[in-house]
Structure formats: structure tokens, C-alpha cells
T-cell receptor, first 114, second 110 residues
Framework: EAQVTQNPRYLITVTGKKLTVTCSQN?????MSWYRQDPGLGLRQIYY???????DKGDVPEGYKVSRKEKRNFPLILESPSPNQTSLYFC?????????????FGQGTRLTVV | GENVEQHPSTLSVQEGDSAVIKCTYS??????FPWYKQELGKRPQLIID?????GEKKDQRIAVTLNKTAKHFSLHITETQPEDSAVYFC?????????FGTGTSLTVIP
């Protein structure tokens, strides 16, 4: 089954404790991205990657890191989480070739930083 | 960068009526405009999209219109049903980035 898988689904952590949210897709998609969803603010793009070893900042990259060592994986790293990073996070992937730009979203990760 | 505004933030309609959600964008270079539906507790899913070289696209009860000159695009849902109740997001693609609206919570009253 074609899918985007995020882990964990829920995470409660303390300020300053490094964490990683994993994202994996099995559709051989070129493009992957991370979003955070906050009430009243919609979805905001954090980082995106056009292909392996190619990553770029989105609209709200501060406090986040990403890596794309393999085509299928795109982990989101919070080196020193702060309470303002409490949010619902979505990973998404798309083929991004020609007219094939539909984004497929993961199931989301609800992060709470206390 | 791009700025996408979406209205209204909430919308209630009677079952069978139509619903219209409007979005504006700021950068004329944006060329792809998808709409996503997010049911409660679920992930966003694409329901329809339109490209800048097309003015209108329809898929059964759902249609999207684009006015490039005015930089706005709209989602039209006809004959609404209770299962249409969800949050709807518009988005604009500019170069390799996606910019989303703030969402519209649609409630269809049986």
C-alpha cells in the first residue's frame, strides 16, 4: 500500500531534550516536506527536499533541522525543543515531476514540549 | 514570499445547499493551486487542484475556479452532504514551496 509513515504519533518531551520525528514513504517520490499545523495558522512549511542530499528552508525553519540521506526517509530533528514548538506535525511527499504534484500526507505527529 | 488568505474561517450550511470558500494569493508567479480536505483527527487529503493555465475545473459536486488577474481562486461544493463536514485548506505553489491558507471549518447541518 502506497503511504507516508510518521513516527511517533504522539510525543511529550521536556525543553531542551533533542528529538527526532521520522518520516518514510514507499512511493519513490522525489519531493518531501515537513509542515506544522497550529490553530488559526493553517499548515506552514518547515523544510522541504527536492531529492537526496537537497534540502531547503520553508517558511518557518527556525529551531528545526532535516536530512535526506535516502530517497524514502526525511527525518525532522529538533536539537533543543522549546514550548513554542508544541504543534501537530505532518510529513508529505509528492512525485513532483511535470503535473504530478499531489502531496500525500503522513498521519501526523502531535508533539508537546513542556 | 507568497501570502495566501482564506475566507471564511467557519461556514455552516444546510444539507443540500452550496458552499463557497475563497482564497487570494499575492505572488503572480504561483502556478498551482490545490485544495485539501482534513477530517477531524485525520491527515489532509487532496480533493481538487487547478493550474494557472486553466480557469475552472470540476469533479462531480466539487469545482474550483481561478482568476489569475485578480489573484483569487475559489472552491465550490454543491448539494452538500454531512460527510462534507471538515476543514478545507487552499494552497498555492510558488517555485518549490507550498503556502497554505488558514483553513475553513465547514459544517453541513442535516
Amino acid at each position: 500500500e502506497a503511504q507516508v509513515t510518521q513516527n511517533p504519533r504522539y510525543l511529550i518531551t521536556v525543553t531542551g531534550k533533542k528529538l527526532t520525528v521520522t518520516c518514510s514513504q514507499n512511493m519513490n517520490h522525489e519531493y518531501m516536506s515537513w509542515y506544522r499545523q497550529d490553530p488559526g495558522l493553517g499548515l506552514r512549511q518547515i523544510y522541504y527536499s527536492m531529492n537526496v542530499e537537497v534540502t531547503d528552508k520553508g517558511d518557518v525553519p527556525e529551531g528545526y533541522k532535516v536530512s535526506r540521506k535516502e530517497k524514502r526517509n526525511f527525518p525532522l530533528i529538533l536539537e533543543s525543543p522549546s514550548p513554542n514548538q508544541t504543534s501537530l506535525y505532518f510529513c508529505a511527499s509528492s512525485l513532483f515531476q511535470g503535473l504530478n504534484t499531489e502531496a500525500f500526507f503522513g498521519q501526523g505527529t502531535r508533539l508537546t514540549v513542556v | 514570499g507568497e501570502n495566501v488568505e482564506q475566507h471564511p474561517s467557519t461556514l455552516s450550511v444546510q444539507e443540500g445547499d452550496s458552499a463557497v470558500i475563497k482564497c487570494t494569493y499575492s505572488d503572480s508567479a504561483s502556478n498551482y493551486f490545490p485544495w485539501y480536505k482534513q477530517e477531524l483527527g485525520k491527515r489532509p487529503q487532496l480533493i481538487i487542484d487547478i493550474r494557472s493555465n486553466v480557469g475552472e475545473k470540476k469533479d462531480q459536486r466539487i469545482a474550483v475556479t481561478l482568476n489569475k488577474t485578480a489573484k483569487h481562486f475559489s472552491l465550490h461544493i454543491t448539494e452538500t452532504q454531512p460527510e462534507d463536514s471538515a476543514v478545507y485548506f487552499c494552497a498555492a505553489q510558488n517555485s518549490n514551496q507550498f503556502y497554505f491558507g488558514t483553513g475553513t471549518s465547514l459544517t453541513v447541518i442535516p
